[in-house]
Each structure stands twice: as C-alpha cells, then as structure tokens.
C-alpha cells in the first residue's frame, strides 16, 4: 500500500470512530468540517432527518478570489457559518471534525465559530 492511500485509509478509520459517537439531532446538530488541499467546507446537520440545515465554504463567490487553503480562510468560514446557525436558530452544536487532525485550518475554524456564538 503505497503512503497516499495509507493516509486516506487512516483518516477514514478515525472518521468512522468519530461518526460512531457523534450524532446530530434537532436540538443539537452536528458541525460538519471537510478539508481539501485548497478549500474548507463546512455543514451543520441534522442527522436525524438526513438535512443540512446551513452551510458554508471557500467555494462561495466572495471568498473564491482569495486563497481558500489556509487558517485565515477557515477563520473566515467558521465566523460565516456561526453567523449563519444563528440566523437559523441553532446555538449548540457538536464538531465532527472528519478525521482530520485538531490543529491549524480545523482549529482556526472552530475557534472562530465558537468565538461567533456556536456552543461546542
């Protein structure tokens, strides 16, 4: 097995450990983090019903001219989508941060999430 897809396939064991314990429901969605080399997307979702409830990413209009693939980036998104989940009533969450490591662009985003008023 070559290091690439060794890398793929421990990220995809960490992630079905953390989805294992995380569950969104209504009152409490999940925060929902993905991470490419130059973008970051992230979900609040329901689980319960299957829905996302708001969304946000480097991939909308505003936010593409810049690079996409760094902690300001993710700082950026993580202030839009609490900004966002309040707007659509929700305040607590729980962060499911994919299988990806708690540091850097993971860790800016959630900083600023928290620090716009989402409960974690």
Known sequence: ????????????????GIRKRVEGTAARPRLSVYRSLRHIYVQVIDDLSGKTLVS??????????????????AETVGTRIAERAKAAGIEKVVFDRGGFRYHGRIKALADAARSGGLEF
């Open 1 to 16: 097995m070559d290091r690439m897809k060794a890398k793929v396939v421990r990220r995809s064991r960490r992630r079905t």
């Open 56 to 73: 946000a990413s480097t991939m909308e209009a505003d936010l593409r001219s810049g690079t996409g693939g760094n902690a300001k980036a």
